[in-house]
């Protein structure tokens, strides 16, 4: 799962680009869910969040590293739940 830094300037740009709903408005700033986000793994080729946001606030999460295959079983298990 990818992470919001307090780089984040509250753009709102990059929620209505997520295609798992993990990125909401926190406290501060925006957050992304860890266990919503798939990396955009089975939507997208890239991070829909990190292709838009104007200062590259949106790196991995370091508390969520996850494999390709796990990010697609993440994919699936949400595409069932729907
Ligand atoms: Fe949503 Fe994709 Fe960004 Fe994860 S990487 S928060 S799934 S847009
Ligand atoms: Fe924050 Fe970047 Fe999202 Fe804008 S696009 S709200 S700066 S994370």
């Known amino acids: 799962a990818l992470m919001i830094t307090d780089e984040c300037i509250n753009c709102d740009v990059c929620e209505p680009e997520c295609p798992n709903d993990a990125i ?3 406290e501060e ?6 266990h919503k986000c798939t990396e955009c793994v089975g939507h997208f080729d890239e991070p829909q969040c990190v292709q838009i946001c104007p200062v590259a606030c949106i790196p991995t999460n370091p508390q969520h ?11 699936e298990r949400l595409s069932a739940a729907r």
């Open 65 to 75: 590293v996850e494999s390709r295959e796990t990010l697609w079983q993440k994919f």
């Open 24 to 26: 909401y408005m926190g």
């Open 29 to 34: 700033i925006y957050e992304i869910d860890p």
